[in-house]
DNA sequence: ACCACAGGGACATAATATGTCCCAGGAGGG
DNA sequence: CCCTCCTGGGACATATTATGTCCCTGTGGT
């Protein structure tokens, strides 16, 4: 079948675009949760269960979906365009091109910018996940040690990883210890997840997150710690979170005394317990168990998960601290750091793009 | 903008092509008949007056179509649009590739095949016109002879060509004398009112359609007719349409032993008075002035029009017949053409194809 | 000056989309 | 084994939109 101009054919039936995007997401969703239910569905779509019926049977009708006493499926044709409409729809809303202005701007191989903004579509976040697990699992080779932070966005990216398409038998390990009180947010929870998803095994670090450094060294001198740690440092994939430096500082509870020394030294992203600020450089470290900055220097892959508009900031810094090789992120963040680019930041951003241009050129790739 | 696999799009929004051929004949109409109001175009087009009215309101957000007081015109976007529009839906509808296989059955070398049924859809014959009348003006030099026949395609294509677009200073002359009651369809009124929409001069030949020889004899022997069929007989561009046989022998009051003879001869395709059967065959000439069938041998380019799904095998006799360098057809003929070549006749055809095929790769083009 | 046709407004009515239930059945957990 | 929860399909009153059919005023061409 032959491909045409697009922008003649949506100039003469603007409206068009609109329904192949609602009826993408509809089929989105039934991916990352089939099978699932017509109530449950419209739900998660906030739609009424009246529209998201007449358009599930439109979509039966073409033989996208099946339908069973168990819930609505994706049929094999349906699996296999979607992954077409995938890129046809990065391609259509523009988001293909701007992975490829954030790769050459921030100087990371591939960004894929996933639709939506996690920070204001319940949706996106699952989105953002799910690419990113998608992404990972192809990635992933059998004798990988992959290591992963907790925090919202990876447990989306747990959630999200398809229990299907080959066992993956990789170890997967916690790239920190203990955080905060809530268990699915944990990296060990989240590593544990992963590679029940992946049909491979994990490991936990049961250390708290907060140590003295008296403490530090007796529980380093514990074997069972010892080895463990040893091979979280000697991790070959690492995929991890971004975080706002503030909100994490208070989710951390840190004393007062120590988010004054943030906000003095500016500090703007998290991530492994690192604090730095908006050029990239350390401001700040925790002091505890886990993977360390010049560890992900030996490892075959670092990808970073992150989205929402108000991440573009922590994702910059980010991008400046450390080499990161695949950005899983969606429109709010990616708008917002393009924003920032052309803006007032521009002769920063432009020298950064140009001292990473040469690195860009191999070995891109932009999907989704 | 980039281009996307439509089956794709296609498959997820089916409804949405529907949308845009109706628009599409929307836009083609005013193209054809601008400037034209509310009322009038929606009797045309056979739709009402309100649906129009929705089509035509979003039409005018585009900026496609501007309102004025004398009716409605295509903007110059609009204009540039629809070129490509109908570029698109020829390759969506598939009549694109519809051409190509007549290029190749018929040893055509250009095909052009336009949307619907001139027998069936009342406003395809307009269209098939117009192309018809875009094409030729497109093709013709300023020193070029252009010799037209009369019939209900040929008065569609003097209707609808374009007046405008810069003038044509050509000679149209009739490629035949009088013929049958019906002053519109006359080769005469058509050379004329083709020769005022290009901006160019024509000439007419008084002579009545039938004639015994005798007075064919002394009839030639005028001046006033010998200087004029030598101006016809060497025309530069030839275009025509193609009849029925049998419908032709009726129009034109054959006797009942002529039409006895053309049945039993198996004529089923009528041109310049000459009338052919199924191979292609020349099986009965009426004796009358005008264009013979070896002065097209002489001519730069002989362009055939027809359309209707009744005259397909009147058009496959006809490319049997003599050089056709320009069809235009329509869907309709089309279809009937293609469906004759593989079913049945598929050994005829196919040996057919193979011959030509050789001649069709050079300069072969197919448009609209 | 007239006339035919223009576009825009109005409105009752038909058609369709939508929200909200109910129901029988099956899968999975206890 | 039963119980429960969720499934898809049916039904229907209601909201929303599309449609057919007028009327009105203006304007360009004859």
Redesign the interface.
Known sequence: ?????????R????E?LE??QR??RI?QRIRMTQPIGRRLLAADLGMTERVLRAEVDL?RR?G?VQAHATGMWLSDEGQA?LE??DQ?LA??EGR?QLGRALSASLGIPEVVVVAGDSDADGWAKDSLGYYAAVRLRNLLRDDDVLAVTGGTTLAAVAQMMPGQGGPRPVRVVPARGGLGENMTLQANTIASAIAAKLGGQSIMLHVPDRLSEDTLERLMAEPEIRERLDEVRQATVVVHGIGDAMKMARRRQLSETEVALLCERGAVSEAFGYYFDREGRPVYAMTTVGLRLDDIAGARVVMAVAGGASKSLAIRSAARAYRIDVLVTDEGAAKGLVAAATAGTAPAAAGQAADTGHRNHQGRENRI
């Open positions: 079948m032959a491909s045409v101009d697009l922008s003649v054919l100039r003469v039936a603007p068009w329904v192949v009826r993408a089929l979509l073409q996208l365009l077409e409409l046809a391609l259509m293909e």
